[in-house]
């Protein structure tokens, strides 16, 4: 049994980044996208290096992703106020007005996630998860709210196909 672990982990998170691209088809953002934005809906205001650390990408997936925000006009590149040369990532208006479908969407998903189980169900495959994670090294912060990096997409682990900046 305990080698089917890993294949249904693996299983699963595949399915739900499927998930996530189908229900995203058609809207103004990628998964990548989406994953830094609910980062930051999180907590807004951050350097750009600490969304590499929560989801455990390179910077320069994290830098690729960022850009396209910013030309979207979802998020900004400051100064710190703190330390000049590094730049916080904040939320624009835009991505603030984008925020309830985004929420939505995850809630949807969770619901689906969570199907047929009870709420004792749900908290033991939480803590469940949590363990895994931090059996492998992942903190517990970088997993609060299940955005952690747990699964990548591509092969830098962004959403991107290579070749598809």
């Not at 090294?137 to 598809?164: F, Q």
Request: proline residues 4%; contains cysteine; charged residues 35%.
């Amino acid at each position: 049994m305990s080698d089917d672990i890993a294949r249904y982990v693996s299983i699963a998170g595949r399915a739900v980044s499927s998930r996530i691209a189908e229900e995203l088809a058609g809207r103004a953002v990628s998964r990548g996208e989406y994953r830094v934005l609910r980062g930051l809906y999180d907590e807004d205001g951050v350097p750009q290096r600490a969304l590499c650390d929560r989801f455990h990408l390179d910077r320069g997936v994290v830098a690729r992703v960022v850009g396209r925000l910013e030309q979207k006009g979802y998020v900004e590149r400051r100064p710190d106020p703190e330390d000049r040369r590094r730049k916080l990532v904040s939320l624009t208006d835009r991505a603030e007005r984008l925020r309830p479908a985004l929420t939505d969407l995850q809630a949807a998903l969770d619901d689906e996630l969570t199907a047929g189980l009870s709420d004792e169900e749900v908290e033991t495959l939480v803590e469940g998860l949590r363990q895994v994670c931090s059996n492998l090294g992942v903190e517990d912060a970088d997993v609060r709210d299940g955005e952690g990096g747990a699964t990548t997409d591509g092969p830098d682990g962004s959403d991107e196909e290579p070749g598809t900046e």
